[in-house]
């Protein structure tokens, strides 16, 4: 494949990526709005938030499953019909069961794009995938920043909820055209059977590291998830919270190489584990503009754990193929959607709990907001001992680990 090829291949998956994240921070965006206009309960909307994270990992298994016969080019077309339909359903929604449907179509699409975009972009740089996988992976937090900003002044300049959609319209017709116009190279070193992926899916390693995973993707997104119910009484604005933790992955995804080279993956995953224990930890006890301080820590600590996870298993577990990087995508969104009702209870539990206590001075939202950060310390805290077990198991593995 031709440099040139190369380039576009990689910023159509960067443009569906893009799409992909600020689905979820436009989405964010517009709730409150939506919950308005179609008179919707709490506990509607958390369903309508919930077929995001079902649609994803159903997409990724089921195209990690079939992207042997497929190829990326028909898994991101996939992708763009079901953005396309879901972004049109949202606009013409009439109230619950459309929006449920509408969402559960975006996150299909979401995951489709995983799904074609992660194994191909492992096979068109065979060299480094890991590191392009990070740079791939910089327009999730980085398209968060952006569907944020626009939310947030599109909201402030009282345009209605639907100009915010027509707004991802946008890269999404971009990625679907460039898409239908490029060729698309056939690889064959990395897919094998998918019989054979599926009986790499078994192996020791590949089930350890898809546990890890559910842990990782809970202590990075669960928590970035629930950050203005746990923060908003901490004296820091979550909004500025959320916009300094994804703007510094971003940032730290795209100059991820060298850290890479460095550590090598499984070293960077060690770090990671440290640091992002460090950084929850610290956000449970900060107040004020510590609060910040705390978020950057936490955001260096987590910035590098999903495309890692996935660079991992792309250059460890190679006969697990394209199958093998969704089905790890896929654990971890799986995970957190079965955490993330846990952790609403963690926080109704913790509240009730502050209410009684009556602490002179102190509020019971910032109290309950502490106790479920401490809580979601775990989850780091488990992978410190997880990777150290990996690290010294994979430099005894392969000699050149350091």
Not at 149 to 157: E, G, H, P, V
Not at 224 to 231: A, D, F, P, V, Y
Not at 243 to 252: D, Q
Request: net charge positive.
């Amino acid at each position: 494949m031709s440099t040139k090829d190369s380039s576009r291949i990689f910023t159509i998956c960067c443009l569906a990526l893009l799409v992909t994240s600020m689905t979820f921070a436009i989405r964010a965006g517009i709730l409150s709005q939506l919950g308005a206009e179609f008179a919707l309960s709490d506990g509607q909307l958390g369903w309508i938030n919930a077929m995001a994270f079902m649609g994803f990992p159903v997409s990724m298994m089921i195209g990690g499953a079939l992207y042997n016969s497929l190829g990326a080019k028909k898994l991101l077309l996939i992708a763009f019909v079901f953005h396309i339909a879901g972004l049109l359903l949202t606009i013409s929604a009439e109230g619950f069961w459309s929006l449920l449907i509408s969402t559960f179509f975006i996150g299909f699409a979401n995951g489709a794009v995983e799904a074609g975009c992660n194994p191909l972009i492992a096979e068109t740089y065979p060299d480094k995938k890991t590191t392009m996988l990070n740079k791939f992976h910089v327009w999730f937090p980085g398209g968060i920043v952006v569907g944020a900003l626009i939310s947030k002044a599109m909201t402030d300049a009282n345009l209605g909820w639907q100009l915010q959609i027509v707004v991802m319209l946008i890269p999404a017709v971009i990625y679907g055209l460039m898409t239908l116009k490029q060729r698309f190279q056939e690889f064959e070193r990395i897919k094998g059977s998918t019989s054979g992926n599926v009986k790499a899916l078994f192996s020791p390693l590949f089930i350890f590291i898809a546990f890890c995973m559910t842990l990782t993707t809970t202590a990075e997104l669960g928590t970035q998830q629930w950050i203005e119910r746990i923060m908003g009484a901490s004296g820091a604005s979550p909004m500025l919270i959320m916009a300094l933790i994804t703007g510094l992955m971003a940032v730290g995804r795209y100059f991820a190489g060298p850290v890479i080279h460095r550590l090598n993956p499984v070293g960077v995953l060690l770090f990671s584990a440290i640091v992002s224990t460090a950084g929850i930890y610290s956000m449970s006890i900060a107040t004020g503009p510590m609060v910040y301080i705390a978020a950057i820590l936490f955001a260096v600590g987590v910035m590098y754990f999903w495309p890692t996870m996935v660079g991992f298993v792309a250059e460890n577990i190679p006969e697990s193929g394209a199958l093998g990087m969704s089905m790890i995508g896929g654990a971890g969104m799986f995970a957190l959607s079965l955490w993330n009702p846990v952790i609403g209870s963690w926080i109704d539990s913790a509240r009730e709990k502050a209410n009684a206590s009556i602490a002179t001075g102190v509020e019971p939202e910032l109290l309950a907001g502490q106790s479920v950060l401490a809580n979601l310390t775990f989850f780091p805290a488990i992978l410190i001992v997880a990777f150290s077990f990996l690290y010294f198991y994979m430099k005894r593995k392969n000699t050149h680990l350091k």
